[in-house]
């Protein structure tokens, strides 16, 4: 089956604009989480949606939001974007929180911000 | 609150060298959960194992294994025979139970480097 599949893979915005990432679970999978990954913070977990409620945040401004469909595609949203946004944008889903079964990743979507 | 330590942050080894990547974890839950994830040039993650702080016995998947010890909070990863496919970073991660299971700690990565 597919696997996680993020879109775009790669974006260039400017400073102040928003952007909009998107990411399509594994077939079944009901659980996706999102995290940035920067050389000088590493991997950081953003927030995490099951059925299309958000279940945990992690330590970012409001500027970081997301959302998650009935069919469990997810978007996250970074407004008024800052250079320090620049960073690969990570999606991995789930198939249910506390089971028994791994995340898997999608290869990211890398953003520049300029 | 809890963390993760990979104090190798680069290591270098010659193909057919056994390799052992280190972390130590600090949770004060008495359920966790730890992992390792291996992100090649590609970028995406790929899942290695999971271990549940219950299950401290030590586990071999061909050429690799890893060791739990809960007593000196360490989750180390050691690659038998290494070989240049094994050239990834690394990523130790803790997530615990009382907080979120999905909320996943990562450590700051190991990058391996296997020579031809």
């Known amino acids: 089956k597919a696997g996680v599949t993020q879109t775009p893979r790669y974006l260039i915005k400017t400073r102040g604009q928003q952007v909009t990432l998107s990411c399509s679970p594994i077939s079944g999978h009901r659980s996706v989480s999102w995290y940035q990954q920067t050389p000088g913070q590493g991997l950081q977990f953003l927030f995490e949606?099951?059925?299309?409620?958000?279940?945990n945040k992690g330590n970012f401004p409001g500027r970081f939001s997301g959302r998650q469909f009935s069919n469990s595609r997810s978007e996250m949203n970074v407004s008024t974007l800052e250079l320090g946004d620049s960073a690969l944008y990570l999606c991995?889903?789930?198939?249910?929180?506390?089971?028994?079964?791994?995340?898997?990743f999608g290869q990211g979507t890398r953003l520049t911000v300029v | 609150a809890q963390k993760v330590t990979q104090a190798q942050t680069e290591i270098s080894v010659v193909e057919k060298e056994d390799v052992t990547l280190d972390c130590v974890y600090e949770t004060r839950d008495t359920t966790y959960y730890l992992f390792w994830y291996k992100q090649p040039p590609s970028g995406e993650l790929v899942f290695l194992i999971r271990?549940?702080?219950?299950?401290?016995q030590n586990e071999i998947s061909g050429r690799y294994s890893w060791n739990f010890q809960k007593s000196t909070s360490s989750f180390n990863f050691t690659i038998t025979a290494s070989q240049v496919v094994d050239s990834a970073v690394y990523f130790c991660?803790?997530?615990?139970?009382?907080?979120?299971?999905?909320?996943?700690?990562f450590g700051p990565g190991t990058s391996l480097s296997v020579i031809p």
């Open positions: 949606y099951f059925s299309e409620t958000q279940r």
């Open positions: 991660a803790l997530s615990e139970e009382e907080t979120s299971y999905d909320k996943v700690i």
């Open positions: 991995a889903s789930s198939e249910a929180r506390r089971s028994n079964t791994e995340a898997f």
């Open positions: 271990r549940n702080s219950f299950d401290e």
